[in-house]
Every structure is written in structure tokens, then in C-alpha cells.
């Protein structure tokens, strides 16, 4: 098959509570791209001989999803498997918060559910999460994790934020998306006819995590000790990330 014909295979990759659904509808909008089944958590060293198998079966117009950690071992097995890969995040407080809820409708066999369940408070959930337990991380080194791809080479970055903040805007990201996958490429259609079609296959109805999906909806969650953990913890994380230009925020 002429690659330079045939529908990219694409690799999503997103920090949990990040959107991964949203952007999921939009890549499944596009022409003959279809879902495989599998999905990708961790990445962890042991687990890449079985992870490269897979993808060494990849096929044009496949989808894959993960959660996986940074490591070069993985940037260079995707960069090998010629798939074309996105990055999804988002701000960390909204993950944080949108990961509590979840844990608590959603997954009775996460590692702190019970513990988070014991808690009379989000407040105190939060704070659990913001500093972490035992074994379970903090939040600023839950994330860290994966930040190494927000600065690897030939991956497409993308926020949830870019995607949710103004309709202007996330027709600006969905054109981009849709020029990455189909860089030296010949589309099926003309690339604005794609990112519409894209666009028009998001619905949060058929989500099975989507609970509100706010942006900064983390400033009616948080009071001041939650603030004050957050910015001790996680502060950098932030500024890093492009969120908060420095520590004075609430």
C-alpha cells in the first residue's frame, strides 16, 4: 500500500481526566479510522515487548488509546511503528477534581478507593490526592509521569482547554490536528471538510467518564488550605505547563 495514500494510524495518548473521550469522538470522525480495542496504561519497561507486538500490527485508519508514561524507549517504539501520535492534557487542577469523582462513581478497585470513600469531604479527598498515600504518589509526581511528552519531537500536542474554551478556538486546533495526521499525505477530502467532520462526531452523551467536563471548574471545588497543599505540591506543575504564570493564583 502507498503510505502516502493510505489513512494514518494514530496513537492517543492522554493523561487520565484529560479528555480522553472528546478527543476520541473527533478522531473517530475522520473517514475509515476505526477504534482497536486495546488500550495502552503505563508503558512500563516490562510490559514493551508485548506493547511493540501489538503495534507492530497496526494498520491504516487504526486507533489506539493509552495512558502511557513518558519514557525514550516508548517515544522511539511509536516513532518506529509510524504512527502518528497525540498528546492530550490539561490543567492539573481540573484533573485532580475530575479524578476524585471518578474514582468514587466509577472505580471500586482504584488503590485509594476505599480510602478516598472513608473521607467525609472532597475537601479532605482532595488533599489525600494532592499529597498522596503509602505508595500512591503525589499529584505533582502522578503527573510527572507523563509530562515528557508535552517536549518529545514529532508528537501533536493538544489541550482540553483548546478544545472547550471557545468554539473559534477549537476549530483552530481541530484544522491542526488534522494537518498533523495528514502531513505528506494525500486526504480523502480537503482538510477544513475533515476537522467539520470531525467536529460534528463529538457527543458527550455517549461518554462513559464524561461527568461535567468544566474548564477551571476547580475554583468552585477548592477553598484556601486546598489552594495553599496544591500550590506547595504541584505549583511548578503549573507554571510549567502554561496554566499560571506564577504562585500568586486562587
Known amino acids: 500500500m502507498d503510505i502516502h495514500n493510505a489513512s494514518p494510524t494514530i496513537f492517543l495518548n492522554t493523561v487520565p481526566k484529560s479528555g480522553t473521550n472528546l478527543l476520541n469522538q473527533l478522531l473517530l470522525g475522520l ?78 478497585h482504584y488503590p485509594l478507593y476505599e480510602q478516598l470513600r ?52 477549537r476549530k483552530e486546533k481541530i484544522a491542526g490536528i488534522a494537518a498533523f495526521l495528514w502531513k505528506d499525505r494525500v486526504p480523502p477530502l480537503p482538510l477544513d471538510q475533515l476537522a467539520l ?8 452523551d455517549r461518554s462513559f467518564t464524561f461527568r461535567k467536563g468544566l474548564v477551571g471548574g476547580w475554583r468552585d471545588e477548592f477553598d484556601d488550605e486546598v489552594t495553599a497543599a496544591f500550590k506547595r505540591v504541584a505549583g511548578e506543575v503549573l507554571i510549567q505547563t502554561g496554566y499560571e504564570k506564577n504562585m500568586d493564583w486562587s
Open 31 to 108: 473517514p475509515g479510522t476505526s477504534m482497536n480495542p486495546y488500550v495502552f496504561y503505563e508503558g512500563l519497561a516490562q510490559d514493551l515487548p508485548a506493547h511493540a507486538a501489538i503495534l507492530s500490527k497496526a494498520a491504516p485508519g487504526e486507533l489506539y488509546m493509552g495512558h502511557v508514561y513518558y519514557s525514550a524507549e516508548w517515544a522511539s517504539l511509536l516513532r518506529q511503528s509510524g504512527l502518528k501520535t497525540i498528546f492530550m492534557s490539561r490543567d492539573l487542577r481540573d484533573v485532580l477534581v475530575s479524578l476524585t469523582y471518578f474514582i468514587l462513581e466509577k472505580l471500586p
Open 197 to 204: 467532520q470531525m467536529e460534528a462526531n463529538i457527543s458527550s
Open 118 to 169: 472513608a473521607l467525609k469531604s472532597q475537601k479532605e479527598r482532595y488533599l489525600l490526592l494532592i499529597h498522596g498515600y503509602g505508595q500512591y504518589p503525589n499529584i505533582r509526581n502522578w503527573f510527572r509521569v507523563f509530562q515528557g511528552w508535552l517536549y518529545e519531537s514529532g508528537v501533536h500536542t493538544v489541550t482540553y482547554e483548546e478544545l472547550m474554551t471557545s468554539q473559534e478556538l
